[in-house]
Each structure stands twice: as C-alpha cells, then as structure tokens.
C-alpha cells in the first residue's frame, strides 16, 4: 500500500466525538495544537524587501502568518540561508517568531538555480541547531517553495514530526503559461516537486484551482491537499486619508489618471504589457501625455535580472518614457501609499498562485485590471472591485482601462467596493485556518504511530 494510500485509510476511518459527549470525553479528544513549529524558506529571507531579487509575495505570506501564529501562541522558527557575512545566526522579528541564518554556500552572488546543489550544507546547518535543543523542540515543519521542502522532508523524518508543504507556485503550471522569451522550469524541479507531494502529510494551497492543480498534475491526494486563502495586513493597508493626499505625499499630480504596476520586474509579471496597452491609449488620445502618469514601482528578478533595463528600452521604443515613472521597491507602508494613489493596479501575470498585490491595492480602495490566471479570479472580484482579462493581448488591457479615463468616479466607485471585498482576506483568519491543518496533521500522526491508521 502506497504512503499516502495508508494515510487516506487514517483519514477515512477518522471517528468524530459525537455533539453532546461528555465533557471529559471532549477533552480527552481534543487534538492538541503545536507548540512551536519550524518553518522552512531556503531560497529568500522574511527580511529582505519584498519587490527585490526573489522577494516577493511569498516573503509577506511568512512574515505575516508567523506574527499571527505567535498571536496564537504558536511559536514559529524560521530557517533561511544567510546572504551576507554581517548577519547574526538569529534574529527575533517579532515576540514568538526567531529568524535563524543558515550558512549555505557563498553568502552572495548565488542565484536561486544554483540552490539545490546547497541543500545538503542547509540540511546541516538545520540539524545543527535542532541538536542544540531537547527532543520534541519542534512539533511540525511546514516549508515553504520546492527547495525548503527537500529540506522540510528529511527534517520531519528525522524528527518524526509532520510535513505540512506550501508551494506558492509549481513548475508545471509556470511552464504551461510561460512569457515569451521566459525560461522554462528545470526538469529537476518538477521531480522535487512530485517527490515533496508524496512526502508531505498535508499540502497547503492558496486557493481551490490550486488544490486541483495539485492533484491534475502531481497526483497529489486529494484529501491531504487543504484550501487556505493568504491574507493582507488591515491595519497597514487600508484607504487611510484617501487618494489625494496619498499623491501629495508621492509628489503626483493630484488629477492625473494613474495605472500602476507593482511587482517584481520579470517576463511572468508582465509589465510590458501594461506598457503596451498606455501605448495604444496614447496613440488613440493624444492628449492623455498631460493627463497620465504610470508608475513601475519593483526591481528586477529571475529571469527579468538578464535584462535588467530591458523595460526602460521598451519605454523609449514605444515612445511613452514622459508618462512611465520607474521607481525601485520600496518599504510596505510607502507602497501603500503608492495604492492609494493609483487610479487602478493592473496585474497582466501570466501565473499567480494568489495575487497577495491585488488584495493589497484592494484594501487600499484601489481596483484592480487583472488576467484571468491562478488566484486571481478569487482576489478579485470580476465587475465589482475590478475586471479580469482572458489572455495576454494589450489591446484588451487598453479597452479594460479606456473607462477609467472617461468616467472619473469610477476609480473611487470601484475602489470602495474593492476596499470592501478584501476585508474578508484577514491574516488572522488564514493563522487560523493554517493551524487547524497543523493540528489535523499532528492528529493523523499520532494515529499512524499508534497503529489505527
């Protein structure tokens, strides 16, 4: 019988305390929750500035979720592979939550293909401080990306603790949907990816398309793979003072139509898009120039870092450099400020396993154009706080922003229904819901061992 074939058997012939049983019953019942968790990101830091090299939205889905399991009294150590010398071995990022560097190859200069040739010194460096402590420190890993689930799979094993595995995204679904010119993903990673799939107790996914994706294409069990929608910090994103003053404060002009990108700066992004699309709307009015401003807030990543300013020669090749503004990524509360600004985010990735960015500029006030790819579809609510677009072509960009240039109120007609729809996107909800999963994992292991699975 296959692992997970055994796994299925414990999930099947789960019996459920009965509504009414006697208290002591409950309790004797009641699964525990763990006490602290090791959590796993190889290949970028919680630290480093979302927006910069392999930064992004994964970076904010670990630093919020470990502040709010520490909220709940699940302490949370996260493991990342130091990328400079300077750093200390731990760092607390917030009460409950310790950041620990893992000297893994040299510290700079390493790109995130090279990575997997470094596993074995970050497994060592893992154990290293598991060794430091007294058995049963950690109750469960939970790794994050293919290159921290290799790690995550043998430190479980070694513990003899639970799995839990997000992907946040998977190389076949980014082949199927690749940029032009963009680089496919490496045989190697698709098997690393099934093999992490087998291993795992639990796979979390952001979003149901998600889930299906797991079991379509790695044949992952579809009881073992839990739904978890990602969350947005409230109280840092929200309308605030408003539009106008949000441009004062960025030095724009306070009654120009802005369309904003914000995001790294890579083919699966898709900026150029967006780029080509302002295009088409200049070259059908003219008199935008003076009326439009679109600003390109990132840095350059993966395979966007062989051309590094191939992004300003599109500008001056489609002759928009007065109206396109680059500015380099900036800290979380300064791109707040750049949503609300906006007049609208548009998003033309080509693969999203969520789309953190859309809810962000949502709970800012902000709409959102956006393709119709991955998580999307759920962070966005397609005719209410924003418009999804089937495909890739410019002129279909063009057409979905051409309203915002003829009805003025639209941006804050939308946005308000966009501020209203992310609230259901709580970080506090998503801890919530990540710990019922720890939880059940915990719960199916203790059953496996004591041979009523």
Same mark, same amino acid.
Not at 400 to 415: H, N, Q
């Given at each position: 019988m296959s692992q997970h074939a055994s796994r299925l058997g414990g999930l099947r012939g789960r019996s459920h305390v009965p509504f009414g049983a006697p208290p002591h019953q409950r309790l004797r019942r009641m699964p525990r929750r763990p006490r602290r968790i090791a959590m796993l990101s190889v290949h970028t830091s919680p630290l480093h500035q979302p927006g910069t090299g392999d930064a992004g939205g994964m970076n904010v889905y670990i630093v919020e979720l470990a502040r709010r399991l520490a909220a709940i009294d699940i302490e949370v150590e996260i493991f990342t592979r130091a990328t400079t010398a300077r @750093? $200390? $071995?731990? +760092? %607390? @990022? #917030? $009460? &409950? +939550? @310790? +950041?620990r560097h893992v000297d893994a190859g040299p510290y700079e200069g390493l790109a995130k293909e090279d990575l997997p040739a470094q596993l074995c010194a970050f497994t060592h460096g893992v154990m290293q401080a598991w060794a430091g402590h007294r058995p049963g420190h950690y109750d469960l890993v939970h790794s994050h990306y293919w290159l921290s689930g290799h790690v995550g799979w043998l430190a479980a094993e070694r513990w003899g603790v639970p799995l839990v595995h997000a992907m946040h995204t998977m190389a076949k679904v980014k082949n199927a949907a690749l940029a032009a010119g963009d680089t496919p993903e490496p045989a190697a990673r698709v098997i690393g990816e099934q093999q992490i799939v087998r291993a795992a107790d639990r796979l979390i996914a952001n979003t149901a398309e998600e889930a299906e994706e797991l079991v379509r294409h790695y044949g992952a069990a579809r009881e073992l793979v839990a739904v978890v929608h990602p969350g947005v910090n409230l109280d840092r994103f929200r309308p605030a003072d408003g539009r106008a003053a949000a441009r004062a404060r960025l030095g724009l002009p306070a009654d120009a139509l802005i369309p904003l990108f914000a995001g790294r700066i890579q083919p699966l992004k898709a900026p150029d898009i967006l780029l080509h699309a302002i295009a088409h709307l200049l070259e059908e009015d003219p008199s935008l120039r003076e009326r439009m401003v679109v600003p390109v807030v990132g840095g350059p990543s993966g395979s966007g870092l062989a051309k590094p300013e191939g992004l300003h020669k599109l500008a001056a090749r489609l002759g928009i450099c007065d109206v396109i503004r680059f500015r380099p990524p900036c800290a979380q509360d300064e791109l707040a400020d750049w949503y609300r600004a906006a007049s609208v985010l548009v998003m033309p990735s080509y693969s999203e396993s969520f789309g953190l960015v859309a809810i962000e500029a949502q709970a800012c006030g902000t709409p959102v154009v956006a393709a119709s790819v991955g998580g999307l579809p759920v962070a966005v609510r397609d005719g209410v706080s924003g418009t999804l677009i089937d495909g890739h072509d410019p002129a279909d960009y063009a057409r #979905? @922003? /051409?309203?915002? +240039? /003829? %009805? $003025? &109120? /639209? #941006?804050? /007609?939308? &946005?308000a229904a966009a501020a209203r729809h992310a609230q259901s996107f709580g970080w506090d909800t998503a801890a919530a819901a990540t710990a019922e999963v720890y939880t059940e994992a915990m719960r199916e292991r203790r059953r496996l061992r004591s041979g009523h699975g």
């Open positions: @750093l $200390p $071995p731990s +760092v %607390e @990022l #917030a $009460p &409950g +939550v @310790l +950041v #979905a @922003l /051409r309203p915002f +240039v /003829r %009805e $003025p &109120g /639209r #941006a804050d /007609r939308m &946005g």
